[in-house]
């Protein structure tokens, strides 16, 4: 979260973020995610049972490993999309101004160009920014500007509480 608070420029932005992961939460998709997960190993249970041999040899293995998580990360991209719309909605509603949510995809953009490798799992099971923030856009394009006027960007809270996450010793690097 720190990462996330240090690079956010405003309460929107952070706001965006909460709404996308509260959408996650809303919509099920952790509990969607084990089900099919579940399902999936049951297959492949089945499938070892009645062919031991591809599952035993580790070229087969390797096969079924990227092929499971090639279908999982397509699953994890639709729920993004649509965690991205209803992060939208859930922010406006809580009246705060929703082109944070792009913003905060462009961020990550300039990050992703800056140190490519920082990222790479996590663009492994998320879309792409660009399209993030054309699909975001879009859909914030169709709220009246007088709403998108009278929501909330920033406060001086959210400022005071990034200075001081900003005066905290330097975070230490995770271990691989």
Request: charged letters at 25%; a positive charge.
């Amino acid at each position: 979260n720190r990462g996330l608070i240090e690079r956010a420029q405003n309460m929107a932005q952070v706001a965006g973020v909460l709404g996308h992961e509260i959408a996650h939460v809303t919509e099920r998709h952790s509990v969607e995610q084990m089900e099919k997960q579940q399902g999936a190993q049951l297959g492949l249970t089945l499938g070892c049972v009645l062919a031991p041999s591809v599952c035993n040899n580790q070229v087969g293995a390797t096969a079924i490993n990227l092929g499971a998580n090639a279908a999982f990360a397509r699953f994890s991209r639709s729920d993004e999309s649509e965690a991205d719309a209803r992060g939208v909605q859930f922010v406006t509603r809580a009246g705060i101004d929703p082109r944070g949510i792009p913003q905060m995809f462009r961020i990550l953009m300039e990050e992703r160009q800056r140190n490519p490798s920082r990222l790479e799992a996590w663009f492994a099971t998320h879309p792409l920014e660009e399209d993030r923030v054309r699909r975001t856009e879009a859909q914030i394009a169709g709220i009246q500007p007088s709403v998108l006027q009278s929501l909330q960007r920033d406060s001086q809270s959210f400022q005071s509480f990034k200075a001081r996450v900003r005066s905290l010793p330097a975070a230490t690097q995770a271990r691989r």
